[in-house]
């Protein structure tokens, strides 16, 4: 099987940010919530408060204000499938799993769209944007992972970040994506 990252591995930019952005140009009393959220990410930058923290701020002040979240998502989808990148069609394979970071509020349509029966990413309430659990990030995506597929081995994993790689260290190829380029992980 193929395991990709997602946020600029397979989708072209951060989709979470892209997300935030379209929302606020959709509803622009969002915009009254930014103050407080710059504060937020100032404290993270500064090592004051944890990313899944910052990232937990930014889903309960977004999320809970929007109406009908499900269409603000699928809505998001319409506009952004087409920011896949094109690699992804040359190397998709029907095992393929994406882990990702990103909410699964987020992740998990954008994958049913393109056929991919498996995703993981981060546990994020749609309605609250409370964190369910773990952020889906570093050692944490291989834990998951191994307990979704305890026997299953990694043939390609795709990533644009070191911040995998201990992804990278249990497949039998990585391969590192920087912008469409595909490059050779170095260990």
């Not at 959709?26 to 993270?44: C, E, F, K, N």
């Not at 990413?121 to 309605?127: E, F, G, N, R, Y």
């Amino acid at each position: 099987m193929n395991v990709y990252d997602f946020d600029n591995t397979i989708f072209r930019g951060d989709s979470t940010v892209r997300f935030i952005l379209f929302c606020l140009g959709r509803h622009p009393m969002l915009w009254t919530r930014l103050p407080g959220q710059i504060a937020s990410g100032t404290a993270y930058l500064l090592g004051k408060k944890s990313k899944q923290r910052f990232k937990e701020g930014l889903f309960t002040a977004l999320m809970p204000r929007l109406k009908n979240p499900e269409e603000e998502i699928n809505a998001f989808w319409e506009k952004n499938l087409c920011r896949i990148k094109p690699f992804y069609a040359q190397t998709r394979r029907e095992d393929d799993v994406v882990i990702s970071a990103s909410p699964e509020f987020l992740i998990l349509p954008a994958c049913q769209r393109l056929g991919i029966a498996c995703a993981m990413a981060s546990p994020v309430d749609a309605h609250t944007g409370a964190y369910r659990g773990e952020n889906c990030h570093g050692a944490e995506k291989v834990r998951r992972f191994r307990q979704r597929f305890p026997h299953d081995n990694v043939d390609e994993f795709y990533s644009d970040s070191h911040s995998d790689d201990p992804m990278a260290a249990i497949a039998r190829k990585a391969v590192l994506v920087n912008g469409d380029k595909l490059l050779p992980w170095k260990k």
